[in-house]
């Protein structure tokens, strides 16, 4: 099976400015791939890059098997793409723009129109103008003109882009369903860690054009740091306790015992039984786990954020 998409040491300088600096990934056919960086960390360019719209100071892309830049037009069938506000002619309704982009498209049956606009949820927006339609919206065109010629590869910058909380929600079903029923490739870039962690099978992590790590989802789930909390009458007395008994234990500033060990934490009975044993039983005992947001700051080497970020 030929790799969806390759690319070996890309870099894309615009005068003094590296957007993009060495990178190589590898997506696999059938995956949903997360591209993930803050604003201004070369995800744009990067997917103008795999698409073939900006050329490469240096490097190679190879998409389905292809190095670009290619002159075969077959290549392009096979791909759908969202770059930025997707562009539509204002004075034309959504379906009107959608059966122009069709016509563009040799061999999409008409009806492709109409199975687009309900698989986006645009049904009651069919007949408007497009130049009225909200961001949200127009967001939800641009994935179904990327739908249209049902393509094995979508390759898509900020899809959620201007969507409300339900809308991402659908979105994100939506590239499921296309992935697991139908074995589209899936490649999509965001700066919202808590988003594509619910979706993606890999993550990509870019920052400053360089690519800083790659997870697995499940990787990820492990490399989140854990900590036991534990509260009690007497959060002093109760930290001496524990520190007593071989934990590696402290106070937060609100008085609750923060224990990070593993031992502690794949344990937090033996803590309350200590506790109990002392006089000092626990009021409150719970694993929490890193939110997903901090922990990506902390990759990126920004968790101890100033106030010019
Ligand atoms: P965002 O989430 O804000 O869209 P991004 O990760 O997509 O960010 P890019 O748009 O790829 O980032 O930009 C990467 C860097 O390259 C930025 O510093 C940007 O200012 C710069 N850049 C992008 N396009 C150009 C251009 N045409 N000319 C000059 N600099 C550019």
């Given at each position: 099976m030929v790799t969806a998409i390759e690319t070996d040491k890309l870099i894309k300088r615009y005068g003094a400015v590296?957007?993009?600096?060495g990178l190589t990934l590898r997506v696999e056919q059938g995956e949903i791939y997360a591209f993930l960086g803050l604003n201004g960390a070369g995800k744009t360019t990067t997917i103008r890059m795999l698409l073939g719209m900006v050329k490469p100071t240096a490097g190679q892309v190879r998409v389905l098997g292809a190095s670009l830049p290619t002159g075969d037009r077959q290549l392009w069938n096979a791909v759908g793409y969202l770059v930025e506000t997707p562009h539509a002619y204002p004075e034309l309704t959504v379906r009107e723009n959608l059966e122009v982009m069709r016509r563009l498209r040799p061999g999409v049956e008409p009806a492709a129109v109409s199975r687009v606009i309900d698989r986006l949820g645009l049904a009651a927006y069919a007949d408007r103008r497009t130049g009225t339609l909200s961001l949200g919206n127009q967001q939800r065109l641009g994935l179904a003109k990327a739908l249209l010629h049902t393509p094995p590869l979508l390759i898509l910058d900020e899809p959620a882009n201007g969507l409300d909380p339900a809308g991402i929600v659908e979105i994100r079903h939506l590239l499921l369903d296309l992935a697991r029923q139908e074995g589209v490739t899936v490649f999509m870039s965001s700066h919202i860690l808590g988003e594509v962690a619910r979706l993606a099978d890999r993550i990509g992590i870019i920052h400053q054009g360089q690519l800083l790590q790659e997870l697995d989802v499940a990787e990820l789930e492990r490399n989140r740091r854990r900590r036991l909390i534990v509260r009690a009458h007497d959060g002093r007395v109760a930290l001496a306790v524990l520190l007593n008994a071989g934990f590696a234990a402290s106070l937060t500033a609100d008085g609750a015992i923060e224990l990070t060990d593993n031992a502690a934490i794949e344990r937090p009975d033996e803590v309350a039984t200590q506790l109990v044993l002392a006089g000092h039983p626990p009021t409150r005992l719970a694993v929490e786990q890193e939110d997903l947001e901090p922990y990506f700051l902390r990759l990126v080497g920004l968790d101890r954020a100033g106030p010019d970020v």
């Open positions: 590296t957007a993009v600096d």
